[in-house]
């Protein structure tokens, strides 16, 4: 999304970032990091809802947790690498998880970071801008 500065005369390009997690919390929290470091948030509440919101939007990353309800986070993350219009979009796991073979996992299903829950929100900020460059 492209905003004017308060010149008018220069363009932003604001990367739009897709955070999927069953926790309204923790939706809240990331919300909040990314969009006071100057990033758009969309929010979905389960892999479900990520889909149908992924359907009407174009973001430069998504975030999402790995335990979630209806379609949980490994399903949301093969759906997306399955359509060749956001098979390139970088997926960051965000997820209470710390076992090396669920990283794996959403490693070969095709997640491109994992930060693990509660996350420092610099690091989050880094990681973001770091994978959707």
Known sequence: MARPTDEGSEVILVKKILAVDDSKTILSMVTQ???SAGYETLQAEDGIQGLEVLEGSAPDLIITD???PRLDGFGFIERIRRSDRYRAIPIL????ENDPQKRERARKAGA???IVKPFEAAKL???VGRLSA
């Open 112 to 114: 491109t970071g994992w």
């Open 33 to 35: 990091t990314l969009e």
């Open 125 to 127: 900020v880094d990681a």
């Open 66 to 68: 790995i335990n979630m």
């Open 93 to 96: 796991v965000l997820t209470t």
